[in-house]
């Protein structure tokens, strides 16, 4: 698996699958969140209101991962994650590593070759920048996984100077 690192717009990645760093409404929000949501139009929002519908009615559980059509973005799939809220007394990093684990685990169910992940909980949530970048890229080395490009896009120069420094 090659794992690439870009800086720039995830809502413009040319890719099978994007991550979503989702919230656990799974309705849109903020950041990454919003703009995968403006970007892809209402077909991803009407996929998630059934989800909520159906198997997630309390909304999607930090950790997990599900997947939707990526509507009007260029990729089949968006897979949305909810990440942990970053903590100083509790350690959450195993939550926030199973959010990468389960990505990769439901790309792999759909067959994705390729998949563009965001710096997960790095942003509002609040996790610091160097313990996330180290999070995410030990998770997706071990993950044994049928995908064959892993593209961590971020969206600054201070998130990619992280990534690149714990790859």
Not at 1 to 12: E, F, H, K, R, Y
Not at 132 to 142: H, N, P, Q, S
């Amino acid at each position: 698996m090659d794992i690439t690192l870009v800086q720039g717009d995830i809502t413009a990645q040319t890719v099978d699958a994007i991550v979503n760093a989702a919230n656990s409404s799974l309705m849109g929000g903020g950041g990454v969140d919003g703009a995968i949501h403006r970007r892809g139009g209402p077909e991803i929002l009407a996929e998630c209101r059934a989800l909520r519908a159906s198997h997630y009615g309390k909304g999607l559980p930090a950790g997990q991962a599900v997947a939707t059509t990526a509507g009007r973005l260029d990729a089949t799939w968006v897979i949305h994650t909810v990440g942990p809220v970053y903590s100083r007394t509790d350690d959450r990093s195993g939550v926030l590593a199973s959010c990468y684990r389960e990505s990769l685990r439901v790309a792999d169910s759909l067959g994705a070759r390729s998949v563009a992940f965001p710096a997960i909980s790095t942003g509002i949530y609040g996790w610091p920048l160097d313990d996330g970048a180290r999070i995410a890229l030990r998770t997706v080395r071990e993950f044994s996984t049928a995908v064959d490009e892993v593209r961590f896009v971020l969206f600054d120069a201070v998130a990619y100077t992280a990534f690149q420094a714990a790859l």
